[in-house]
Structure formats: structure tokens, C-alpha cells
């Protein structure tokens, strides 16, 4: 770890490039199998794209036994792409796109990434607009426009661009109203993204690509398998101490009284809550998180 990171990244691509370079002495069928078992591994999608580059990139035959490798590629272009059947030009494409785009962040502290979980959690009135279930979706992000006002296009020959938010500019309305330079500070290039109460059978699903922006006005294609693992559920609890609201009270009850089977599944949230703020959601259908039982 005392090894300066320009040498680390050195020693690193040469042990790469004579790890691939070993391959031309294998026969056909067994690079095949190596790039196969890419496919098996527990890498990130990127990181299998790029290694296949640069065994093509070696020589000739390499080049062909990499292309070759349709299974692979497809793989990759359904975890990061999912539903989109891109070519492996089309795929490479779009991940260097992604990769320039995250590059220019810069990385989160730790404080900064606890203060936006905090911010996240009360920045509008979950209590209520949540249910009890937790099959709301909630995810985190790099952004290059963290903090910043979006601006539309003035006509169809513009671009729409962001603009820092700053004291007068007429936008200070909502309690979390914060200027770009405080929000930097705060919780550095974290944005956070909510939505609404899903039915039981959706829950999280499958993870898609999240478009994010860029200040000049260009939309990136952020891989699937990078938001899902930023995706999670959440339910009304999420805002400030949920205890404080009586959310599981009658759950609780309805445990004592009936057992656990009567909460078990799906259920209507008026039979296990009669919490005040959740009047809206008593017809919701929902599945209690396992801690509550």
C-alpha cells in the first residue's frame, strides 16, 4: 500500500500484458475456454469487456478467438444493457462513454456518503407517501451535475445544461434548498434517487441502466449492473425514526393475538397498520419487512 498508485498501476498493466501474451501458447480451444470462464467469474461487466479488448489487441489470432467469444459478449451487453441486443462494437461504445463520464468525479469521503444517506432519508415526507412494505426504490449515484439546477433547451438547436444554484436566484422554496457550493462540500458528486410504493409482484426486479447527466448537455448510459448495486427497497420507516410513528403497533397485536401466519404474505395494510399517517396507504397491498416479524 506504500507503493505510489502511478506504480501500482504500472506493475499492474505489466503483469496484465504478460498474462495475456501467455495465451498465444495455448491451443484454440483452450483460450476459448479462458475467455468463457470471464463469463463465470465474479468481475464487474467493465472490467471483462476491457480484458477481452485486450486479449484482441495482441495479435491476430488472439484477436479472432477474443471475437469469437459471442456468448461472452452478450453476457456483457445484458448485464449492463439489459433488453437492448447491442452489438459488441455498439457495447464498447457505450461502456467508454460510461467510463470518461465517471472518471471526471470525484470520489465520495465516507462522511460525505453518510450525510447524503441522512439528507436522502428526510428530504421529502416519506411517512406519508410511503406504505409500510418496503417496495419503494431508492438508489445512489456519482453525478457530474450533484447539487446543480437543470436548464432546458431554448429551442431545438440548443442543448439543456445545469447551472449552479446560488443566494437570489428565485429557486429557494424547499426546505432542502442548498447552494451548489454547500452541496459539494456536503456530500461531494452523491445524488440520490426515489419512487413510489410498487405492488408486491414488482419489488425490485431486474436493475436497468440510470441515464445521468453531464453539465454540457449530454445524457450517459449508466450500466445495470453498477445501479443495482446502488438499488435497494425501503418503506415509510426510511424517514427519520420510524418508531416514533407506530407503523408495526398493530402488526405487533395482530402477532400476539393471531400469529405469525395471519402477517405472513401479502396483505392489506389496513389489517396490520392503523397508524394515523398512513391513512392513504390502507388499502395498499403489502408484504411487511422480515424484521417486523
Known amino acids: 500500500l506504500d507503493v505510489p498508485h502511478t506504480a501500482r498501476a504500472y506493475d499492474t498493466s505489466v503483469f496484465m500484458s504478460m498474462a495475456i501474451h501467455s495465451l498465444i501458447d495455448l491451443p484454440s480451444d483452450a483460450i476459448q475456454r479462458v475467455i468463457l470462464a ?3 467469474i465474479e468481475i464487474p461487466a467493465l472490467i471483462t469487456a ?10 491476430k489470432r488472439l484477436r479472432c478467438d477474443a471475437v469469437a467469444a459471442d456468448a461472452v459478449w452478450s453476457l456483457l451487453a445484458e ?20 467510463q470518461e463520464y465517471a472518471a471526471a468525479v470525484e470520489l465520495p469521503t465516507v462522511e460525505q456518503m453518510v450525510q ?6 428526510t428530504a421529502h415526507s416519506y ?27 431554448r429551442d431545438e438547436h440548443t442543448k439543456f445544461s445545469f ?13 432542502t434548498w442548498t447552494p451548489t457550493e454547500t452541496y459539494r462540500k456536503r456530500f461531494g458528486f452523491l445524488v440520490y434517487c426515489d419512487g413510489c410504493p410498487s405492488r408486491p409482484s414488482a419489488m425490485l426486479g431486474k436493475a436497468q441502466p440510470i441515464k445521468v447527466r453531464s453539465k454540457d448537455g449530454d445524457d450517459v448510459a449508466m450500466p445495470a449492473y453498477v445501479a443495482g448495486d446502488a438499488t435497494t427497497l425501503c418503506s415509510a420507516a426510511v424517514h427519520g425514526d420510524g418508531r416514533e410513528h407506530g407503523y408495526y403497533t398493530k402488526a405487533c397485536q395482530v402477532l400476539i393475538s393471531r400469529g405469525r401466519e395471519a402477517l405472513e404474505g401479502v396483505v392489506r395494510e389496513g389489517d396490520v397498520c392503523d397508524a394515523d399517517l ?6 395498499d397491498e403489502v408484504i411487511l419487512p422480515p424484521e417486523v416479524l
Open 278 to 283: 398512513q391513512f392513504r396507504h390502507y388499502d
Open 116 to 121: 447524503v444517506v441522512a439528507r436522502s432519508a
Open 50 to 59: 476491457r480484458t477481452l479488448s485486450a486479449i484482441e489487441a495482441v495479435c
Open 163 to 175: 447551472v449552479d444554484y446560488v443566494r437570489g436566484d428565485g429557486t429557494e422554496f424547499h426546505y
Open 127 to 153: 411517512y406519508k407517501h410511503l406504505n409500510v412494505g418496503r417496495n419503494a426504490r431508492f438508489s445512489f449515484h456519482l453525478s457530474q451535475v450533484a447539487g446543480m439546477r437543470y436548464m432546458p433547451a
Open 79 to 98: 448485464a449492463c444493457y439489459p433488453g437492448e441486443s447491442l452489438t459488441r462494437s455498439q457495447l464498447c461504445a457505450h461502456l467508454k462513454k460510461w
Open 38 to 40: 470471464l463469463s463465470e
